[in-house]
């Protein structure tokens, strides 16, 4: 059983940066696919970057594409994801997932959820 919790998230102005992080626990890091997920209110949850679990592959949505940046350490079983030319619409709560095997763009494929963080963008 994973464990993971996101950190990182806060209130920035349109424009600015931020830096998720997420810390996983419970099980074999290393092994796993990682994603980050959002969801706005009144939304669906919606993808928004994965990566293997060797971190020699990234997938990104188009909506984030340039801005966002994916990664982890698996010496430190964490996932991170760095945000920034933020937009408005960049606002929702983000959620870490985990899956054995490839990682997907679909929120079903994922076993191991987080909390989430909140993040959000003033115009």
């Known amino acids: 059983q994973v464990q993971l919790v996101e950190s990182g998230g806060g209130l920035v102005q349109a424009g600015g940066s931020l830096r998720l992080s997420c810390a996983a626990s419970?099980?074999?890091?290393?092994?796993?696919?990682m994603a980050w997920f959002r969801q706005a209110p009144g939304k669906e949850r919606e993808f928004v970057s994965a990566?293997?679990?060797?971190?020699?592959?990234?997938r990104y949505a188009d909506t984030v594409k340039g801005r966002f940046t994916i990664s982890r350490d698996n010496a430190k079983n964490a996932v991170y994801l760095q945000m920034s030319s933020l937009k408005p619409e960049d606002t929702a709560v983000y959620y870490c997932?985990?899956?054995?095997?490839?990682?997907?763009?679909?929120?079903?494929?994922?076993?191991?959820w987080g909390q989430g963080t909140q993040v959000t963008v003033s115009s």
């Open positions: 997932a985990a899956r054995e095997g490839y990682y997907s763009s679909t929120t079903t494929a994922y076993d191991y």
């Open positions: 990566i293997s679990w060797s971190g020699g592959s990234t």
């Open positions: 419970g099980g074999t890091f290393g092994i796993y696919a």
